[in-house]
């Protein structure tokens, strides 16, 4: 693949095999973060692991960074998938375009793909309380699936403004079901 210039990068049609890596990048993620099928991984977590990253440094966003009064966990481990995937190696060194480009419409995205319903930011804690128990169901539902729409945001980022091979790989131990 190869990373487009401007806005050329930012509105051409995704291909079919690219949009076939956002659907794997959302169904791992959501699978990851539901728990039914595997064991039940927190948003940073499933974030890392949907591309295949080392996760300890994703614990520190669970719920919007242990307190719940962060932003949300899954809308900054894509920042930092992002991060990891497009930024310099250089500890010194600058920002690099292709980062800097998929951060600024990874950030312009977000609101545009996630509804914060009721909710008037996309801090945790003002996220799921409109979902009552943060144990329950439906707060677990609505993190799941915004979860899935970050892995998938993130994809799209990284197919849009990154220069490398995209791989979504399986979960390990988890055969698959046709």
Same mark, same amino acid.
């Given at each position: 693949?190869?990373?487009?210039?401007?806005?050329? &990068?930012?509105?051409? =049609?995704?291909?079919?095999?690219?949009? %076939?890596?956002?659907?794997?990048?959302?169904?791992? *993620?959501?699978?990851?973060?539901?728990?039914?099928?595997?064991?039940?991984?927190?948003?940073?977590? &499933?974030?890392?692991? #949907?591309?295949?990253? !080392?996760? /300890? !440094?994703?614990?520190?966003?669970?719920?919007?960074?242990? #307190?719940?009064?962060?932003?949300?966990?899954?809308?900054?481990?894509?920042?930092?998938?992002?991060?990891?995937?497009?930024?310099?190696?250089?500890? *010194?060194? &600058?920002?690099?375009?292709?980062?800097?480009? !998929?951060?600024?419409?990874? =950030?312009?995205?977000?609101?545009?793909?996630?509804?914060?319903? =009721?909710?008037?930011?996309?801090?945790?804690?003002?996220? #799921?309380?409109?979902?009552?128990?943060?144990?329950?169901?439906?707060?677990?539902?609505?993190? %799941?699936?915004?979860? *899935?729409?970050? &892995?998938?945001? #993130?994809?799209? !980022?990284?197919?849009?403004?990154?220069?490398?091979?995209?791989?979504? =790989? /399986?979960?390990?131990?988890?055969?698959?079901?046709?």
């Amino acid at each position: 693949m190869s990373c487009m210039p401007g806005l050329e &990068a930012e509105s051409r =049609q995704l291909t079919d095999a690219e949009n %076939t890596l956002v659907a794997e990048a959302r169904d791992k *993620a959501h699978i990851l973060y539901r728990g039914e099928k595997v064991s039940h991984r927190s948003c940073g977590i &499933a974030l890392a692991e #949907t591309f295949s990253l !080392a996760t /300890p !440094a994703y614990q520190a966003l669970r719920r919007g960074g242990i #307190t719940g009064e962060g932003v949300c966990g899954s809308i900054r481990a894509g920042e930092q998938v992002l991060g990891e995937l497009l930024g310099d190696p250089d500890p *010194a060194g &600058a920002v690099t375009d292709s980062l800097s480009r !998929a951060i600024n419409w990874y =950030q312009r995205q977000v609101p545009l793909r996630i509804d914060p319903i =009721q909710s008037p930011d996309y801090v945790c804690n003002s996220l #799921t309380r409109q979902h009552g128990d943060f144990s329950g169901d439906k707060r677990k539902s609505f993190c %799941t699936e915004l979860t *899935a729409e970050i &892995a998938a945001l #993130t994809t799209e !980022a990284l197919l849009r403004f990154g220069d490398m091979a995209l791989s979504i =790989q /399986p979960i390990e131990g988890l055969e698959e079901t046709t």
